[in-house]
């Protein structure tokens, strides 16, 4: 069967831990180049992880006619740029979360895409996890009643000042790097949108990023809340509670690779560990995203939920520094 040849937009930590190996793994797709303003740093990793071909710049990946899709792991800032060359090198994109610094272009990049016909998804694997299917499928099914609020923690401490989490007009700070899967979680969950917002940042004294933010979504009735932090130890979890039961999810974001995922689920008859087989999410969505390029069919993730939770992270930038909520 036929593999998509990907070409990779840098030379990320985050490519290299979540990414590099699982894409050894795919079916529909493979690495095949990787472009860096660096190319010493392009070769080596290539030569370390078996990728054909390295360049010494972005637009020598794109210019290579024997790449069929690109991935951007790019700081957020740069997102909207290179996701638009990709498009006008009729490349099919799948770039990482969140797509955009704003809503705006968010919607720029999608229309582009959609008046292009070329793919474009936002990175969100952990819908991609079985986990999170099963999860979802729980509340769908209506296994214990209709949810009533969803709570999510999502933490690391991170006081480096050259790391591009920690420099704002790079897009970084705890709401754009952590908060959009708080965000994400409850619209996949609910299966719709949050009527308004009420949101408090802590701006971190040096960088001037949001080191902790905390919101409340409302979505209707049911509400979700969330905290996400940089200066607070690594803690991740996701809590939703229904009216005859919860589940909770252990770690649902950044979920290991090398032993089962976990979530407890209650309900009136007892209390149950459910455990699934050892997957990688990013592997999962690489192939989801290939296979409808292959295929021609619509992409797991549609666009319009990208522009959707980008609205969302404006909505709560906007409540936390006029104090006050933020309809929808």
């Given at each position: 069967m036929k593999k998509l040849k990907i070409g990779i937009l840098g030379t990320s930590n985050h490519y290299l831990k979540r990414i590099v190996l699982p894409l050894q793994k795919t079916e529909y797709c493979?690495?095949?180049?990787?472009?860096?303003?660096?190319?010493?740093?392009?070769?080596?990793?290539?030569?370390?992880?078996?990728?054909?071909?390295?360049?010494?710049?972005?637009?020598?990946?794109?210019?290579?006619?024997?790449?069929?899709?690109?991935?951007?792991?790019?700081?957020?800032?740069?997102?909207?740029?290179?996701?638009?060359?990709?498009?006008?090198?009729?490349?099919?994109?799948?770039?990482?979360?969140?797509?955009?610094?704003?809503?705006?272009?968010?919607?720029?990049?999608?229309?582009?895409?959609?008046?292009?016909?070329?793919?474009?998804?936002?990175?969100?694997?952990?819908?991609?996890?079985?986990?999170?299917?099963?999860?979802?499928?729980?509340?769908?099914?209506?296994?214990?009643?209709?949810?009533?609020?969803?709570?999510?923690?999502?933490?690391?401490?991170?006081?480096?000042?050259?790391?591009?989490?920690?420099?704002?007009?790079?897009?970084?700070?705890?709401?754009?790097?952590?908060?959009?899967?708080?965000?994400?979680?409850?619209?996949?969950?609910?299966?719709?949108?949050?009527?308004?917002?009420?949101?408090?940042?802590?701006?971190?004294?040096?960088?001037g990023t949001d080191m902790h933010s905390t919101a409340i979504l409302d979505f209707g009735g049911p509400r979700a809340t969330f905290t996400v932090s940089t200066t607070s130890q690594a803690f991740q979890r996701v809590d939703i509670v229904c009216t005859s039961g919860r589940i909770s999810v252990h770690i649902p974001f950044n979920t290991f690779v090398d032993v089962p995922a976990k979530i407890t689920v209650v309900d009136g008859i007892g209390t149950r560990e459910v455990e699934f087989p050892v997957a990688n999410a990013y592997g999962v969505m690489f192939d989801a995203f290939a296979k409808s390029v292959i295929d021609g069919s619509s992409i797991p993730l549609p666009g319009i939920d990208a522009i959707n939770n980008m609205r969302v992270i404006d909505a709560v930038r906007l409540s936390a520094q006029k104090e006050q909520w933020v309809t929808l």
């Open positions: 493979e690495s095949y180049a990787i472009g860096s303003r660096n190319i010493e740093k392009a070769a080596a990793l290539a030569k370390e992880f078996n990728i054909p071909l390295w360049y010494g710049s972005y637009d020598a990946v794109l210019n290579d006619p024997q790449v069929d899709m690109v991935y951007i792991p790019l700081p957020n800032h740069l997102h909207k740029e290179w996701v638009e060359k990709c498009i006008d090198a009729a490349k099919p994109v799948l770039c990482e979360k969140p797509l955009g610094m704003d809503a705006n272009e968010a919607e720029a990049m999608i229309q582009k895409a959609q008046d292009a016909n070329v793919p474009l998804m936002e990175g969100f694997m952990y819908r991609f996890h079985p986990m999170w299917q099963h999860v979802r499928n729980i509340v769908r099914t209506n296994q214990i009643g209709s949810v009533q609020y969803i709570h999510t923690s999502f933490s690391y401490n991170n006081p480096s000042p050259g790391n591009i989490r920690n420099i704002a007009e790079f897009g970084g700070g705890a709401l754009m790097d952590i908060g959009c899967y708080a965000i994400s979680v409850p619209r996949f969950i609910f299966g719709r949108e949050p009527e308004r917002v009420m949101a408090f940042q802590s701006k971190h004294p040096d960088f």
